[in-house]
């Protein structure tokens, strides 16, 4: 999504709204192949580099990590970059093509960078049976008892009947 910046006087403001379709890398775990992010915000020139200030939205879609349902997931985030004429990685200002900012690196990038780390359908979502694999949101399966972890046989005699 490039955005021409020639004309915009210095401490002028410049509305941008857009949206940006984005074929998502593999290896995310989403359920679609491509997302739609909303993007909403301000450039600012600020003499020696432009500022965007914004936000973006997108829905994304994914199997919960827990119970495995799909979830429809609503990620809003903020955008802060600063571009220039000259790129520089280590004050992190993003590079210019011409006189035109590229929003589309620095929207995805953040995208990734606010991914949720735990992807479950809810706060009290009970998973799958580690036995018979029963969702265990939509009722209670007929397993005797759960299985014993065989790392830790060893030590469950040993606080049986003593005093700790």
């Given at each position: 999504m490039e955005i021409y910046v020639g004309n915009l006087d210095a401490s002028e403001k410049l509305k941008v709204e857009t949206t940006i379709n984005w074929a998502i890398p593999s290896g995310y775990k989403l359920n679609k192949e491509e997302i739609k992010i909303d993007?909403?915000?301000?450039?600012?020139?600020?003499?020696?580099f432009y500022l965007f200030e914004g936000e973006a939205k997108a829905i994304l879609e994914f199997a919960c990590d827990l119970c495995l349902e799909p979830v429809n997931y609503?990620?809003?985030?903020?955008?802060?970059?600063?571009?220039?004429?000259?790129?520089?990685?280590?004050?992190?200002?993003?590079?210019?093509?011409?006189?035109?900012?590229?929003?589309?690196?620095?929207?995805k990038m953040n995208l990734?960078?606010?991914?949720?780390?735990r992807r479950a359908c809810s706060e009290n979502c009970s998973g799958l049976c580690p036995v018979c694999g029963q969702n265990l949101n939509k009722g209670a399966c007929n397993c005797a008892s759960q299985p014993?972890?065989?790392?830790?046989?060893?030590?469950?005699g040993?606080?049986?009947?003593?005093?700790v």
């Open positions: 993007l909403s915000g301000t450039i600012t020139n600020l003499g020696d609503l990620l809003s985030f903020p955008v802060v970059e600063r571009y220039s004429e000259t790129e520089n990685e280590e004050e992190e200002v993003w590079g210019m093509l011409g006189k035109s900012i590229d929003l589309g690196g620095a929207v990734l960078l606010n991914l949720p780390i014993k972890n065989s790392f830790f046989e060893g030590l469950e040993l606080f049986s009947d003593k005093e």
